[in-house]
């Protein structure tokens, strides 16, 4: 279970209202790689995984997701408070305005809502560490675009931290990928599924 | 960053505390016999549950349990942190 606390991991204080970007960052709360799919990847492979340590990683990285959503959706609270309906018709909010007024809601830049067809949770701890890693390269990556998308410093500042969170998080789930080839078989990894196989 | 409030200034060492102690637990699930990493989570610890009460006493619960006295539930009488002004 969890105990929340509150705060925010990092802090997010933004001044200009930017509801052209909201539309923009929500692709990281509900997305293909954001970070509701991260949250429900990571919580939902760790009851498979193979020992106690991939467990944890599992467990304490999918749990650090969740703060990582309540960021995104204080970047998207923040960034579209106060807006008039000239603003909100001339930055072309007025799509998303029109189902979800301010509120923040899960989906993708594209306005795809989320879907758990963005993540795979394999019950094969190769295969789900692997999915893993490159979860949190295709994250970094939007993150990447999201920072070529803004120059406002205040947006700027949480959107670095959270994409450095994602190279942390690669290098974890490397450590997470080798301690589990180390326990298999190094002639044939493939040889069973430590997950099913008995 | 604009001036910082001795509010801000005491969320912002409880971030960093609690910060150092996340980069730790992550660090520890792969290496979980390395001492050094075990005493930076240790030392951050002590740290941050102390600026925690330290909140908690100035300005405001950052966790339900830090509820003290009969009269008030504290916890609906401060912010939560998506606010933007937190003063």
């Known amino acids: 279970m969890w105990q929340y606390e509150k705060k925010l991991q990092y802090p997010v204080k933004i001044k200009e209202p930017n509801p052209a970007l909201a539309k923009i960052i929500v692709s990281q709360l509900g997305g293909p790689d954001g970070e509701l799919g991260a949250a429900l990847r990571y919580l939902d492979q760790r009851y498979s995984a193979p020992t106690r340590e991939v467990q944890a990683i599992l467990n304490d990285i999918g749990t650090e997701e969740l703060s990582h959503m309540e960021m995104i959706g204080t970047i998207l609270y923040q960034l579209t408070r106060d807006l008039s ?46 999915e893993d890693l490159a979860a949190e390269q295709k994250a970094r990556t939007t993150y990447d675009n999201i920072l070529r998308l803004t120059d406002d410093p205040d947006v700027r500042d949480p959107i670095k931290f959270l994409r450095e969170r994602e190279i942390v998080h690669y290098q974890r789930f490397g450590e997470a990928l080798r301690l589990t080839q180390d326990m298999l078989d190094s002639r044939n990894f493939y040889a069973f599924n430590p997950s099913f196989d008995k | 960053m604009a001036m910082l409030s001795e509010k801000e200034k005491l969320m912002l060492k409880i971030q960093s505390a609690s910060f150092a102690m996340k980069e730790a637990e992550l660090f520890l699930d792969t290496h979980p016999t390395c001492r050094e990493g075990i005493e930076y989570f240790k030392k951050h610890k002590e740290l941050c549950d102390k600026l925690k009460a330290e909140y908690a006493e100035k300005y405001g619960l950052i966790t339900t349990d830090q509820q003290t006295g009969e009269k008030k539930w504290n916890w609906v009488t401060s912010p939560f942190p998506w606010e933007r002004s937190i003063d």
Do not use: M, N, R, W
Not at chain 1, 93 to 105: E, I, S
Not at chain 1, 106 to 128: C, H, M, N, R, W
């Open chain 1, 85 to 130: 309906i000239k603003e909100i018709k001339e930055s072309g909010f007025d799509t998303y305005f029109v189902d979800h007024t301010t509120a923040v809601y899960p989906i993708a830049a594209s306005g795809v809502p989320f879907s758990a067809e963005y993540f795979q949770s394999k019950g094969d701890p190769l295969t789900d560490l692997h």
